[in-house]
């Protein structure tokens, strides 16, 4: 037998073996397959290594922890959140009704201050509106006399000039009164001073009598106050 005819020898009996195993897992004659085998691979958690003796193991320990740590320490409020509560008006605090610590909302009283400057200011809003008046009326009466070409038009335009300028210190000495927290129909020599956002009192510099402007620093909260 040749080496051609060897090989071809070798050839149809691989084919007639696979052809065996084939048979061997479904037959035809049954319609049956047969059961499905499982390769085990092994736990994929569990790594094995090669010499083992290069890494040992170490046994995990336990620590006890104290649930307070005691410690020496100091906190510094965020300075981007405090609000500083200034008395614009200077004098004398004669009420103080919020202390350190203490929640307060907006718009809440925090202390009261009598002052001069308001006496002042209340003074000279009256000034200015007794000169707007005046300045009114002169200006109504050049109106008439301009009419009947009793006076030259830069007599009247003078009058008009004088007139606006009174309204204009009349506006001004109205909103001096405003900024002091003063109701120009109901004056007061007690100026009030509100809280301008809601938060914390972190810091107190006044005392009763003690003299104003004065500040108390307030903190804003991260989440809203409780009510």
Sequence with gaps: MTNASILKTA????????????KKQFDPASGAASPTQVVETGNASVVAVD?????????????EEPDKLNATGAVFPDISREVPVISLANGRVVDIRT????????????????????????????????????????????????????ISQAMLEQAEDSEKNAKADLVAAGEQLKIYGVDKNHPSP??????????????????????????LPARQPHSPLPT
């Design 51 to 63: 010499h083992p003796d290069q890494y040992p193991l170490v046994e995990a320990g336990r620590v």
């Design 190 to 215: 007690v100026v009030n001073v509100y809280a301008p956002v809601s938060g914390v009192i972190i810091g107190q510099n006044v005392t009763n009598a003690a003299a104003a402007g004065v500040t």
């Design 11 to 22: 050839f149809l009996l691989g084919a007639i073996l696979a052809l065996a195993g084939c």
């Design 99 to 150: 202390r350190l610590d203490d929640n307060v909302k907006k718009g809440q009283l925090l202390f009261s201050v009598q002052s001069p400057d308001i006496s002042n200011a209340f003074d000279a809003y009256l000034k200015a509106v007794n000169d707007e008046q005046l300045a009114n009326k002169a200006y109504i009466r050049a109106e008439d006399l301009f009419k009947h070409g009793a």
